[in-house]
């Protein structure tokens, strides 16, 4: 099938998961979109399962194409369906950049990111970006990848700390919960990660939750 005809199709899917007062809650909690029908997310999952059981559909096509699309639940599913092995480095580029909100920052991050062969690479990168997205998405990438036990080595240790402790600083509330919650997941994976976190963050007057 033609991938614009599939997207179409999609598009024309959510009009059945219309949820104008979650779409409504959204706005009021400053997560804009261009078009939002107030998809919940398990029915996102619920389609991007029967999507991936369709032999035919290329999902990298699907999944860009998806993207393109200024529509909140586009974007979403097109994190879903994207085979993280598949996607370049430079197209993770572009996706972050174009990344508006924070749900999206999270779902992607959650969907994808954390599964990138260079999740770890790109994560560092965005948390000494300029913005607090990219942020709040580096450091849900790192929470995912310490609570597989990927240990960080010694550079990797004192980036993610230094750059930690100044998101813990941030006016952002939900910058310093994700970056509250990556320090939690690094001291969970063993005694030192748990000092260096500890002692760390004793530096700035705070603890762990």
Known sequence: ????????????????MMDGATAQSMRQK?????????????????????LKGDESLSLYDLAIALWKEDVRECKI????????????????DIWMEQTT?????????????????????KAYLW????????????????SRLFSRQMEPNERGIN?????????????????R???MQSLIHFAD???MYERIARSAIHTIGLDFL
């Open 177 to 179: 919960k994700a970056a």
């Open 77 to 92: 599913l097109a994190t879903m369906l994207m085979p993280p092995e598949e996607i370049l480095p430079e197209v993770v």
């Open 127 to 142: 948390l000494s970006a300029a913005d607090d997205l990219p942020q709040i998405c580096g450091y849900h990438v790192l």
């Open 30 to 50: 400053g997560l804009d979109y261009k078009l939002n029908w107030g998809a919940t997310l398990p029915r996102l999952k619920e389609m991007a399962a029967e």
């Open 159 to 175: 980036e993610f700390v230094d750059q930690a402790l100044t998101a813990l600083q941030s006016s952002n509330p939900i910058l």
């Open 189 to 191: 994976m063993g005694l």
């Open 101 to 121: 909100t924070v749900e999206l920052a999270e779902q992607a991050a959650f969907n994808l990111y954390q599964h990138l062969p260079f999740a770890a690479e």
């Open 1 to 16: 099938m033609d991938i614009q005809q599939k997207v179409k199709e999609i598009k024309q899917s959510f009009h059945q």
